[in-house]
């Protein structure tokens, strides 16, 4: 699963949070995010920035 762009979803005003869930929650064994500047605040603690 590679959702991309987190900060959007999470940006839209009525189920952001909501959706981002729904999008992460099928995710079982690796997850990885694209997202462009620093990661949401939801998800901080979960990222490992590379390069």
Not at 34 to 42: D, F, L, Q, R, S
Request: aromatic share 0%; glycine share 8%; charged share 20%.
């Amino acid at each position: 699963m590679l959702p991309a762009d987190p900060a959007a979803v999470l940006g839209r005003p009525a189920r952001g949070l909501n959706d981002l869930d729904v999008a992460l929650t099928p995710a079982k064994q690796r997850l990885g995010i694209v997202h462009e500047g620093p990661a949401p605040e939801v998800l901080a603690a979960t990222v490992t920035e590379r390069s």
